[in-house]
C-alpha cells in the first residue's frame, strides 16, 4: 500500500508560479512511476505529467510542456510539479498518483491517488 499527500496548491495569478509536492509513505517508494493528473469542474480527469522510479523518462501533456516540471527525490519519498507561466486553463484540483509500469497516461492505469490540492489561477 502507498499513501499520497498532496501540499502547495492555492491561488495564483496568470503569470504567476505554484510547486505542487506529493508525499509518500508505505511501500517503497523508489520503485514507482508517480504521475499528476488534475481534474477542472465538469471535466474529465486528464494527465498532466509523469516521473519513472529512476528519473530516467520523463513525460508532460502538451499544455502544459515548457511550463511545468516534474522532479522526484527518493530520499524525501516526495515528487514535485513546478509550475510556471499559470493559466486561468490550468485551474483544477490536482492529484499525485503511483503505479509500477513505466509512463501510462490513463488514470484508470494507476494504483494509488492522493485526494488532491486545488490550483486556481486568475485572469
Known amino acids: 500500500q502507498v499513501q499520497l499527500v498532496e501540499s502547495g496548491g492555492g491561488l495564483v495569478q496568470a503569470g504567476g508560479s505554484l510547486r505542487l509536492s506529493c508525499a509518500a509513505s508505505?511501500?517503497?517508494?523508489?520503485?514507482?512511476?508517480m504521475a499528476w493528473f488534475r481534474q477542472a469542474p465538469g471535466k474529465e480527469r486528464e494527465f498532466v505529467a509523469a516521473i519513472t522510479w529512476s528519473g530516467g523518462s520523463i513525460d508532460y501533456a502538451a499544455s502544459v510542456k515548457g511550463r511545468f516540471t516534474i522532479s522526484r527525490d527518493g530520499a524525501k519519498n516526495t515528487v514535485y510539479l513546478q509550475m510556471n507561466s499559470l493559466k486561468p486553463e490550468d485551474t483544477a484540483v490536482y492529484h499525485c498518483a503511483a503505479q509500477r509500469s513505466g509512463i501510462r497516461y490513463s488514470s484508470s492505469s494507476y494504483d494509488y491517488w492522493g485526494q488532491g490540492t486545488q490550483v486556481t489561477v486568475s485572469s
Open positions: 508505505g511501500r517503497t517508494f523508489s520503485y514507482y512511476t
